[in-house]
Structures are given as C-alpha cells and as structure tokens.
Nanobody, 124 residues
Framework: QVQLVESGGGLVQTGGSLRLSCAAS????????MAWFRQSPEKKRERVAH????????YHADSVKGRFTISRDNAKNTVYLQMNNLRPEDTAVYYC?????????????????WGQGTQVTVSS
C-alpha cells in the first residue's frame, strides 16, 4: 500500500524558510517522478514544482522560481521542497504527489497517490 507523508510545515514570518519532506512507503520512489502542489481557499490547486525520477530534470512554477527548490534522495525514499524567502501568498496546504512524466512533451501528469498535506502559513 502506497503512502506519502508530508512534514515540515509550520508558521513562519515573511522572508523565512521551511523545508518540506515527503516520505514514501510501499513504493520505490526512484522509479517515479514526483511533484509538490499547493492549495489555499482563495486559489485553485497549483503545481509548485516537479522532479523526474533521477532528479535530472526539475520544474518550478514562476511564482516560486528562485525561491523554492525541489530535490530528492532516492536512497531515503524522500522528496524535499526547500522554501526560502517565503511570502504571505505562499500560505497554503502543500501536498506531494507521485505521478508520471512524458519526456516527449516535457510534462508531468499527476497520479492518484497524494499525501495528507502539510500547512504552511507565512505571516506578514
């Protein structure tokens, strides 16, 4: 049974940093691309970043580019999201997702497995 468990969220002031982790069980993460999404009551779900199975390719949304970095440690079966220079508009519940990747079209496709989410709140 596949389980994804996020951790590392919390309350931080503007300009602060957090590191989110997504630990997987029941699956070998090294064969799957992974992504971080976020959702808040005011906005629809947004893909923040994704990373291919080996970590060779990454994507970051324009809204977080230069501030957030996705990475993975396949030996630990864990994916990370380092978030620096946080802003109030980054406030959301952050979810990790196990998906698939189309290398021809360079697109990430969300899969059916999601974590429970971790709340990130940035105060102004």
């Amino acid at each position: 049974q596949v389980q994804l468990v996020e951790s590392g969220g919390g309350l931080v002031q503007t300009g602060g940093s957090l590191r989110l982790s997504c630990a997987a069980s029941g699956v070998t993460l090294s064969t799957y691309p992974m992504a971080w999404f976020r959702q808040s009551p005011e906005k629809k779900r947004e893909r923040v970043a994704h990373i291919t199975s080996t970590g060779a390719l990454t994507y970051h949304a324009d809204s977080v580019k230069g501030r957030f970095t996705i990475s993975r440690d396949n030996a630990k079966n864990t994916v990370y999201l380092q978030m620096n220079n946080l802003r109030p508009e980054d406030t959301a519940v952050y979810y990790c997702n196990l998906g698939s990747y189309n290398y021809v079209y360079d697109t990430y496709q969300p899969g059916d497995y999601w974590g429970q989410g971790t709340q990130v709140t940035v105060s102004s």
